[in-house]
T-cell receptor, first 113, second 111 residues
């Protein structure tokens, strides 16, 4: 079992560009959550997907969007990148339901220059 | 909605010492997560617990639901335990979904 895998591991983009990050959940998991972790800070919840729909959303602008595919994998898209979007983006997968354990990927380090 | 406080913020220990990290939260929860993060690395889930105590190797996690408090203990600490330890709980108590994280405890174990 490969666990949660994210790609790419590192990425450098220019302000104003768009970026897509990818996440494959742990085998069998149907729910994917995305978090942003700025340097020296704790992760902040972006949104969660289940059954190909966004189920919950944190306090992030519409520039942040996502998608979940029928195989439960997910993408995070960020448009019109700002310097402040530089962060580690973490994906977590779980089974849908209350109190289910979340498993995290290694993250994608995005640098916006 | 929930708030999480973790202490201490920084902890330096000598190899072999017993270590305790504490986490308090404000709203009743379905489960609490203890996570480990190495510098520049992703997050590893150590425990998820909703009651009592769990043990994995030298790591022990306890939770007191009534007092809204959890502790992570490391016995016979080792330099490879050096990392940031984070507790996380659901933002809205019993809901499925997004986690709110403590600020983390940066542990450094000296040989």
């Amino acid at each position: 079992d490969a666990g949660v895998t994210q790609s790419p591991t590192h990425l450098i983009k220019t302000r104003g560009q768009q970026v897509t990050l990818r996440c494959s959940p742990k085998s069998g998991h149907d729910t994917v959550s995305w978090y942003q972790q700025a340097l020296g800070q704790g992760p902040q919840f972006i949104f969660q997907y289940y059954e190909e729909e966004e189920r919950q959303r944190g306090n992030f602008p519409d520039r942040f969007s996502g998608h979940q595919f029928p195989n439960y994998s997910s993408e995070l898209n960020v448009n019109a990148l700002l310097l402040g979007d530089s962060a580690l983006y973490l994906c977590a997968s779980s089974f849908w339901g209350v109190g289910k354990e979340a498993f995290f990927g290694q993250g994608t380090r995005l640098t916006v220059v | 909605k929930n708030e999480v406080e973790q202490s201490p913020q920084n902890l330096t220990a000598q190899e072999g010492e017993f270590i305790t990290i504490n986490c308090s939260y404000s709203v009743g929860i379905s489960a609490l997560h203890w996570l480990q993060q190495h510098p520049g690395g992703g997050i590893v889930s150590l425990f998820m617990l909703s009651s009592g105590k769990k043990k994995h190797g030298r790591l022990i996690a306890t939770i007191n639901i009534q007092e809204k408090h959890s502790s992570l203990h490391i016995t016979a600490s080792h330099p490879r335990d050096s990392a940031v330890y984070i507790c996380a709980v659901p933002l809205y108590g019993g809901s499925q979904g997004n986690l709110i994280f403590g600020k983390g405890t940066k542990l450094s174990v000296k040989p």
